[in-house]
Structures are given as structure tokens and as C-alpha cells.
């Protein structure tokens, strides 16, 4: 269905050159006109782009000369760091609720008030038969970050009031999406199994009184059992995963389209489409696949120093996908360290302790501390480099029996609470359309009819 006619397909070549040649942009013409590629300063720092009270991504310190020294990462949620919540939630509640509240509300929850949040998101926990029929059931793709964009979209039809971007009607869809994404994530996950790959077909509705974490779990698992420790490191991961800043990938697309004033869920399906990207969250797929290539083209992987020469490869762009990208590694912002990362390779290890997996987590471990040194060489780079939240999330999520097709969309189920919190504030402010400028670096050419070109 998707190819070229026979005669483009002979002249096809042709066009892709001409594509190359037209497209390519002299790269020195970017320090000329001091053009912040990827909108980041000389120094790596990213261009100040706007103003956020959702959350905080510190990497540096400054002192008062203005020097700043690299530093462990920390994530502030309104204020609030996020290890402190999720070390000091001593009773074991289920967090992503409770930060999800946090991030459109900017506070956290007394126990009333989150109890009656939760009972609201439990009520959204629904979905029409005809939306599952017709929409999730309809031509699954493999990668199901499209088929959740897709979902997405056509909630727009099933909204009576879909266009209005007044606060509470914006507020009343992101609920209705916060709540209702880990069913259609599910969904069409076994949607895309049953059709493409002829497996059983299974189609269970949540459990309102469950969290988000235990819902995915009891949804997607033939026998609907889960511990409590695969659940609450569920909840954690979505809590690390909620938030990141104005200026990442997703929730700058997010701000981007919303201030262009067009619907919440046309906001969210760009922001999706950002996300799938293997440089932003489509990563955690990526290391999973990069660790089965490394496992089937490394010699020896035990042995160090194949290990470095494989990674070496890699970056090379002479093994795996050929980007020259070990993913998992390095990070727009974060210097000495990304603090999802450090926490949850702490419940990697537990898990894999408790699964029986201590070798494996040892291989992440190993390929962790060669990359880092290995991508220092090769690039010159601005900071030290660090394991990123991608690295270990893979890892953890197959410890609990979560297929790899779900590792992107449940980012997304994620941070769907912080898209959310960065539309209504962008909304809230009425921003202004965004509209940045490009330098025109062509030249001007005189028209000639077809017949004389
Ligand atoms: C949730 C998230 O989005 S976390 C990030 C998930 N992404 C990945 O894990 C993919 C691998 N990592 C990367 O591609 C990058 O580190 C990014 C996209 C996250 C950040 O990229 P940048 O902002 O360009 O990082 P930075 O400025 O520190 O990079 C400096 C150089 O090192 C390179 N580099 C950074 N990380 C890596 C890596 N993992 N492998 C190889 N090279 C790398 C960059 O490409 C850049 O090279 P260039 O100057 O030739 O363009
Ligand atoms: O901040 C970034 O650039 C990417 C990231 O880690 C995230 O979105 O979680």
C-alpha cells in the first residue's frame, strides 16, 4: 500500500539526492548568525525560553562570581524535591496520584482531598465499548506510542465540548486523559497481539479503587496478581517519570502547540509524537534492544574490554542502529548525576535480587560506568556525563513482566500529568503564539516559466 509507483521509484534516487543537497545548511553559517542549535547556549545550557513554577531541573550550582560547578541531580515537583517525597512516604501510599495532584494543583494533598482526587480519577477509569471496538481494536501498530497518539486524537470525537480551552474544561479533558491512558495503553496492547500476532485477546476494565500502578498491573496480567513491591516500584517509576521541566522535548512541543490555542487532545498527541522519539522517551525501548544487539554481536560480554569495544562500535556508528548514540547515556541538562536514575537502579537491584536477575543488573552496571568514559572521549563535551532516567526503567519494567511495547507509553501514562500541569499553566497566562525566527540563508532567485527552466 505504501510504495512508489514504478516510475518514481526508478527516478527515486535521484530525489533523495537532490533532497540532501537542497536541505544541507552550511554549519559554520550557525556560529556566524550565533544560532543556538537545538536552542542551546555555546555552553550547553539551554536557551531561556519561558517561566514555570511546575517543577525544577537542577544540575549546577552558581556561585556568586557566576561560576557554576557541575553537581548530583536533583527534581523539585511545585517546590518539593522528589526523593524527600518518595523516601519519606513512610506509611507506603500510592505516590503518582498524590503527585499528579501536587503538579496541576501546586500543593500537596491533605488526606481528605486526596482521597476525593482519587476517587475522581477512579470514576474517569472508563471506556464506551464502541470507543474500544472502533478505535483500539481498529489496525494496531506495533509501536503503540502511535497507537496510543492515535487513541488520543479520537477522544476528540467522543468529547461533547471539545475545542473550549477555558481552565476547567482543559482541567476536566487532562483528568479524563490522566485517567483513562493506562486503559488504552493496555488495551491496545493485546489489541496489537491479538491481530498481528494471533494471541488472546484480553480486554479487562480497571478496578476503580486501585491506583494507576496497580490498575496497568492488574490489567495486563493473565492472572491479575501482583506483590506489593512490583506495584509500589510501579508507582514510583510514573512518579519519576511525571515531570520534567518546561523546556524537555514532550512538554515544550506541549507549550508550543498550546500556545497556538488548539485543543487539548491535538496539545497532547504532538507531545506523544515527541516522546516516542528514541532521543527523548522512545530511549528505555531502545536500551532494551541495544542490550539484545550487545548480547548477540559482543563477543565475550563479560569480558570488559569486548564490552568497550562493542560500546566503542556503537559510537563509532559502526554497530546497532548506527546513530553513534549509546542510549540511556547523557542528558540535556543533568551533570553528575539524574536522580530518577540513581533511585531507580536502587530498585533494580532489589528487584533483580528478588527475581534472581544480580547478573544482568550487572551488565547494566558494567556497560554504565564504560559508556560514560567512552562518550567523554569521543565528544567534546561541555559536563560530565550520567546515566539518564531511560537506563535502567527497561530493566525494571521487564523484572515486572511489563512486554517492552509498553515501556514508552507507560512514560507517557506518566507524564501525561505533567504535560498536563505545563498546558494549564501556559493557558493560565495566556500566553503569547510561539513563534521563534529562522535566518533565511538562501538566496533570492529570479521565476522562469517550465519551459524555459
Ligand atoms: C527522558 C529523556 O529524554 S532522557 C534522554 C534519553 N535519550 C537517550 O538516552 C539517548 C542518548 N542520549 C542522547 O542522545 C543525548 O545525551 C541527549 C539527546 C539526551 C542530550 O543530548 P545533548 O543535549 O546534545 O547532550 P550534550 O550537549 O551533553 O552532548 C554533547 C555531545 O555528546 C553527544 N552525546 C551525548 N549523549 C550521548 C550518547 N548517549 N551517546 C553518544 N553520544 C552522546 C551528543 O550527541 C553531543 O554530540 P555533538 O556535539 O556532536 O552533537
Ligand atoms: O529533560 C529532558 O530534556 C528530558 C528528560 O529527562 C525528561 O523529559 O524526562
Redesign the pocket.
Known amino acids: 500500500m505504501m510504495e512508489l509507483g514504478a516510475e518514481l521509484d526508478e527516478k527515486f534516487a535521484g530525489l533523495v539526492k537532490n533532497c540532501m543537497v537542497s536541505g544541507s545548511i552550511d554549519q559554520g553559517l550557525y556560529i556566524k548568525y550565533d544560532v543556538k542549535r537545538?536552542l542551546?547556549d555555546s555552553d550547553?545550557r539551554g536557551v531561556l525560553t519561558g517561566l514555570t513554577e511546575v517543577s525544577d531541573v537542577v544540575a549546577m550550582e552558581e556561585d556568586g562570581a557566576g561560576i557554576r560547578t557541575p553537581i548530583d541531580g536533583k527534581l523539585y515537583f511545585q517546590g518539593y524535591d522528589v526523593e524527600k517525597m518518595i523516601n519519606g512516604n513512610k506509611k507506603k501510599r500510592f505516590l503518582f496520584e498524590e503527585a499528579t495532584y501536587l503538579l496541576l494543583f501546586g500543593e500537596l494533598p491533605g488526606a481528605e482531598e486526596l482521597e476525593s482526587f482519587i476517587k475522581i480519577l477512579g470514576s474517569l477509569r472508563e471506556l464506551s465499548g464502541h470507543f474500544v471496538r472502533d478505535v483500539i481494536m481498529k489496525s494496531p501498530p506495533e509501536n503503540l506510542m502511535n497507537a496510543l497518539q492515535k487513541c488520543i486524537v479520537l477522544l476528540y470525537s467522543y468529547d461533547e465540548n471539545p475545542d473550549d480551552v477555558s481552565v476547567p474544561n482543559v482541567l476536566r479533558q487532562s483528568l479524563q486523559l490522566i485517567a483513562k491512558m493506562p486503559m488504552m495503553a493496555v488495551y491496545s496492547y493485546y489489541a496489537y497481539r491479538h491481530f498481528q500476532l494471533n494471541k488472546t485477546l484480553v480486554v479487562r476494565p480497571p478496578k476503580k479503587e486501585l491506583s494507576t500502578a496497580e490498575n496497568i498491573l492488574y490489567m495486563l496480567r493473565k492472572d491479575r496478581q501482583y506483590t506489593e513491591l512490583e506495584a509500589c516500584v510501579l508507582d514510583i517509576a510514573l512518579v519519576l517519570?511525571a515531570e520534567?521541566g518546561g523546556g524537555?522535548?514532550s512538554t515544550f512541543t506541549n507549550h508550543v502547540v498550546t500556545s497556538s490555542g488548539t485543543d487539548t487532545y491535538s496539545a497532547v498527541a504532538a507531545s506523544m509524537a515527541s516522546?516516542k522519539g528514541?532521543?527523548?522517551?522512545?530511549?528505555?525501548l531502545?536500551?532494551m534492544q541495544m542490550f539484545a544487539d550487545l548480547k548477540a554481536n559482543c563477543a565475550d560480554y563479560a569480558d570488559e574490554g569486548k564490552l568497550a569495544e562493542y560500546l566503542q562500535k556503537?559510537?563509532d556508528r559502526e554497530a546497532f542502529d548506527r546513530a553513534?548514540?549509546?542510549?540511556?547515556?547523557?542528558?540535556?541538562v543533568y551533570t553528575n548525576s539524574?536522580p530518577r536514575e540513581v533511585m531507580l537502579k536502587k530498585y533494580a537491584y532489589r528487584l533483580a535480587q528478588e527475581k534472581g536477575m544480580e547478573e544482568e543488573f550487572r551488565l547494566y552496571d558494567t556497560v554504565e560506568r564504560i559508556?560514560a568514559k567512552l562518550?567523554a572521549q569521543?565528544?567534546?563535551?561541555?559536563?560530565p556525563?550520567c546515566a539518564?532516567?531511560?537506563?535502567y526503567s527497561g530493566l525494571v519494567y521487564t523484572m515486572l513482566d511489563i512486554p517492552m511495547e509498553l515501556f514508552t507509553p507507560i512514560?507517557a501514562i506518566a507524564r501525561i500529568s505533567g504535560w498536563s500541569a505545563h498546558r494549564l499553566e501556559e493557558l493560565v497566562n495566556r500566553g503569547k503564539i510561539i513563534r521563534p525566527a529562522y535566518k533565511y540563508v538562501g538566496v533570492h532567485k529570479d521565476y522562469h516559466e517550465i519551459s524555459e527552466r
Not at 278 to 284: F, I, Q, T
Not at 388 to 391: H, K, R, T
Open positions: 537545538g542551546r550547553g517519570h520534567h524537555n522535548n516522546l528514541p532521543k527523548h522517551g522512545g530511549a528505555n531502545k536500551v556503537i559510537l553513534g548514540l549509546i542510549y540511556g547515556m547523557g542528558h540535556a539524574d559508556a562518550i569521543k565528544r567534546h563535551l561541555f559536563k556525563i539518564n532516567v531511560d537506563f512514560f
